[in-house]
């Protein structure tokens, strides 16, 4: 939900590479390790006022002393805002970081609320029917989203939202089908995946069985290429107990990838038979 209230300088795309949403440009001088952002004109947020680079500077200098993104942007030395412009001055190179700009923008001042000020395609509406989520008609974006209103229902706790919803009250939830404790529902629904950054890891101890077999490995290696896979495995590293597996190439961007994993060519089946041996001297240990 928090995406259709807010908006971050970039936004990541299915490859997870960078694309501007509130940034309309940007340029990189790796000499003097600063970018420079040029925000997209005429963003104003669900209030009315207008989208500055002081309010951008404000919230990465927040984001940064975070629990949650402080990592993500301890490289970025200094934000200075300046006329429609944010500049970042960076510790050292990284022609990456333009990919870990998503954080939501959010007006300056507002951020202690409970519901900040946004500049995403829909505000937070509480009078006449109840909270919901109301299309803004000025989105910089333009109109026609796909609902006029998206109505919100409380639910205390997870048995009372699966009631809500198998009772018709609630049409749509979200259901990590793959967590430690996956929500099941039951009757005439249907599922719809969604896109998103959270990356599962896989390790395996290659220290007992059946991964300390090579073979194994091999065969993981040669399974895990297909599109349900997010990862591709390096059988043949050496090391004590780590994963032999690294993120697959569409699961980072491009800049960040340090090496390519290989993927292992398919052997024919049967083998081909191979040549007689030529007669030669024989010996016994």
Known sequence: MGSLLYEGLFRLDEQLQPQP?????????????????????????????????????????????SQR????????ADFSAGDGTLTVTLSSPDTGFPALLDIPIVKSGTEGSLVPVGTGPYVLSTAGE???????ADW??????????????EAR????????????DVQLITADLIGTDPITATGNISYRDADTTVLHYVGFNVRRAPFSDIAVRRALALASTG????????????????????????????????????????????????????PGPRRCW
Request: charge should be positive.
């Open 21 to 65: 949403c509130l940034c309309q440009s940007y340029t990189y001088d790796p000499a003097a390790l600063t970018y420079t952002f040029t925000l997209r004109s005429g963003v104003t947020f669900s209030d009315g006022s207008p989208l500055t680079a002081a309010d951008a500077a404000a919230v990465l200098w927040r984001a940064k002393s």
């Open 69 to 76: 993104y402080g990592a993500r942007l301890s490289n970025a």
């Open 130 to 136: 109840g909270a919901g989520l109301t299309a803004r």
């Open 140 to 153: 910089w974006g333009g109109g026609g989203q796909p609902a006029e209103r998206i109505a919100l229902a």
């Open 157 to 168: 706790d997870r048995d009372a939202m699966l009631y809500l919803f198998s009772s018709h």
């Open 227 to 278: 599109p349900r896979w997010p990862a591709r495995c390096s059988p043949d590293t050496p090391g004590p107990l780590s994963s032999r597996c690294r993120p697959s190439p569409r699961s980072i961007p491009t800049s960040w990838r340090r090496s390519t994993p290989t993927t292992a060519s398919p052997r024919p089946w049967p083998p081909p038979a191979s040549p007689p041996a030529s």
